[in-house]
């Protein structure tokens, strides 16, 4: 797995490595862990089905929905 597709964002880590589309093309998706303490929360976050040309464009956006989904979860945060 290449780094290139791995991020700390405000205490979570993202994971937007694609997936190979078996016709083709690569699938964005997106696992984020957030560990605090003892504890740790893993969530695979539901980014689209599209399928993009490169695998760049996939981990691309993928990341810019992991970036809101943070900051929709820690903006909430009481």
């Given at each position: 797995?290449?780094?290139?597709?791995r991020e700390t964002y405000r205490d979570h880590?993202?994971?937007?490595?694609?997936?190979?589309?078996?016709?083709?093309?690569?699938?964005?998706?997106?696992?984020?862990?957030?560990?605090?303490?003892?504890?740790?929360?893993?969530?695979?976050?539901?980014?689209?089905?599209?399928?993009?040309?490169?695998?760049?464009?996939?981990?691309?956006?993928?990341r810019q929905a992991g970036l809101k989904w943070?900051?929709?979860?820690?903006?909430?945060?009481?």
């Open positions: 797995m290449s780094e290139a597709f880590d993202l994971d937007f490595t694609p997936r190979a589309a078996a016709g083709g093309g690569f699938v964005a998706r997106l696992q984020v862990v957030h560990s605090f303490g003892a504890h740790r929360d893993q969530f695979s976050v539901d980014v689209g089905s599209m399928v993009f040309a490169e695998a760049e464009q996939a981990a691309l956006h993928a943070v900051d929709d979860r820690v903006d909430a945060r009481p």
